[in-house]
């Protein structure tokens, strides 16, 4: 661990200095400015500057004056507030660049993994596990197993790949705001041979293009934490489902506040700035502001647990894939925005380390028409 601090930190700065993209102010450092997503080109490939600084215009500077300076970049982009748009537009931006380079490095999906033991080397089983244990735990029942779902925040497309292949009959359908994940996310369907069983298109999950109960299964793997209005997109996840059907929510949350606090302490709500600048991330929520937004939409059976201790040794083991040529070399072709997403995985080990930052998993059913009727 005490390595990892020692290097991590050397190879983020050495990749701007490989990458030729010289600061000469905290201005220059602020992220490029995507495109709307109405103005998006969808052709992945087309070419993006990643950085307003150019090769022909390098500042002679020591590394300890880049290091000073970057730190100042650092600090100034944390008083920079996003819109909602900014942050809709900046996600498909950052995934666009950095989906590739992930899928190289570790495949096709794109979250946390299940350490049990915690030892475990097989990163890639330990993800695939992570969506099995996820649906244990929820209580889905292979014997009556959910015929239509909808990935709210798919990514490539990993798990809804693996929930239909599980589930013989069932189809799945992926939102995602990056362009180049919906198109992967079928052409990896096409491949697999789950044409019309698995689909993605660009969506947006606070405004989802279904009707009301559609789904036997809502299931939301790690994007929760990137939605800007948390009521918003907890009424669309009840939205859709259909009456009985069951919601699964596991994201990002900051700790449970303790009896007789108001807020985070302002050490730890640094760190979540610094990581909502990474990666494009609104104000966190705990599990317990979910569990009362679900309540109030009149979820029922509404089941939480807070899975940090499984997921631990996760950022440990991509900071250390990061370590390598084929990665550093990736990071340099993704862009700025993927270098600084590399970055904050030292922050985000550190907001586990210190019990600020939970993985939180939460699950509840949709009450059934019947049951609706009783109680009114």
Not at 283 to 303: H, M, P, Q, R, T
Request: aromatic residues 8%.
């Amino acid at each position: 661990m005490t390595r990892l601090h020692q290097i991590a930190p050397a190879i983020a700065t050495t990749l701007f200095l490989l990458s030729g993209e010289y600061p000469q102010s905290a201005a220059a450092l602020a992220p490029p400015q995507p495109p709307s997503l109405s103005s998006r080109h969808v052709d992945p490939s087309t070419p993006t500057r990643a950085s307003p600084c150019t090769h022909n215009s390098r500042p002679s500077t020591s590394l300890f004056g880049l290091r000073t300076t970057l730190s100042r970049a650092r600090d100034s982009l944390l008083s920079r507030e996003r819109t909602d748009a900014d942050l809709k537009s900046g996600i498909a931006f950052f995934y666009d660049r950095s989906s590739k380079l992930w899928e190289d490095v570790w495949g096709e999906h794109m979250h946390h993994g299940y350490y049990v033991p915690e030892d475990r080397t097989d990163h890639v089983q330990a993800q695939i596990d992570l969506i099995d244990e996820v649906l244990k735990w929820a209580g889905v029942d292979d014997a009556v197993p959910p015929k239509r779902v909808v990935d709210v925040g798919c990514g490539i497309g990993g798990s809804s790949r693996h929930i239909v292949k599980k589930y013989e009959g069932s189809t799945a359908k992926g939102i995602t705001l990056s362009p180049y994940q919906a198109g992967r996310g079928n052409e990896l369907a096409k491949e697999q041979g789950l044409e019309g069983r698995a689909s993605f298109q660009v969506a947006d999950a606070l405004n989802m293009p279904f009707d009301d109960n559609s789904f036997d299964l809502v299931w939301s793997l790690e994007s929760g934490e990137h939605m800007p209005d948390k009521s918003k997109f907890v009424h669309e996840l009840m939205r859709v489902a259909a009456p009985g059907g069951r919601i699964i929510l596991v994201t990002w949350c900051h700790r449970d506040l303790e009896p007789g606090e108001t807020s985070l302490s302002k050490k730890e709500e640094k760190i979540l700035a610094k990581i909502n600048r990474a990666y494009y991330l609104p104000k966190w929520c705990s599990v317990s502001d979910y569990v009362k937004l679900l309540e109030n939409e009149g979820a029922v059976d509404i089941k939480r647990e807070d899975w940090s201790y499984i997921i631990a040794p996760f950022w440990k083991a991509v900071i250390k894939s990061s370590l390598n040529l084929k990665s550093v070399m990736g990071l340099l072709k993704s862009g700025f925005s993927t270098i600084r997403g590399a970055y904050a995985m030292l922050l985000m080990l550190r907001g586990f380390n210190s019990g600020v930052i939970k993985f939180g998993l939460i699950t509840c059913t949709k009450k059934k028409v019947e049951d609706s009727t009783a109680s009114s």
